[in-house]
């Protein structure tokens, strides 16, 4: 007896069971008719947004891509005639810049001439200048032999 007091007054888990069996049979018959709900309303927007939503969004990115790319289009041929500007202009620059060079170049071997020639003109007016002298220091020379013997 004194074992069937003892679980009667301290060993709960038959009842518990018991509530718990009841718990879990009211907790699945409304979760279950709760997520049918929630997959019947996943159902409704995903036919929605397969039906309306998603034609309407395409049509939309088409047209959107479609003035995009035309705009990418014009703005890419303005580049390129940009490019082809600068490029024109880089070599007209180019050949203004070789132009310029060559003409110093030419310039600068005229200069070279002339200077050779300068050169060549106080070389020569020097060489006269130095034969000169020899010949009037060769002629004092003689001069001064003339009176050295006296």
């Not at 890419?76 to 880089?90: G, K, V």
Request: hydrophobic share 30%; aromatic share 8%; with cysteine.
């Amino acid at each position: 007896d004194v074992g069937e007091i003892y679980s009667r007054l301290l060993d709960h888990r038959p009842v518990i069971q018991g509530e718990i069996r009841y718990f879990i049979k009211e907790f699945e018959e409304k979760r279950g008719l709760r997520e049918l709900r929630v997959l019947e309303n996943l159902k409704n927007t995903i036919f929605e947004t397969n039906e309306r939503v998603l034609p309407k969004c395409e049509q939309a990115m088409h047209n959107n891509l479609n003035e995009v790319f035309k705009r990418l289009q014009a703005a890419n041929a303005t580049i390129q005639r940009l490019q082809d500007r600068e490029h024109e202009e880089r070599k007209l620059q180019a050949d203004k810049q070789l132009a310029r060079e060559e003409k110093y170049v030419a310039h600068w071997e005229e200069f070279m001439r002339e200077q050779q020639k300068k050169r060549a003109e106080v070389d020569e007016e020097h060489r006269k200048a130095v034969e000169r002298l020899k010949e009037q220091y060769s002629e004092m020379e003689k001069e001064l032999a003339k009176y050295g013997s006296f």
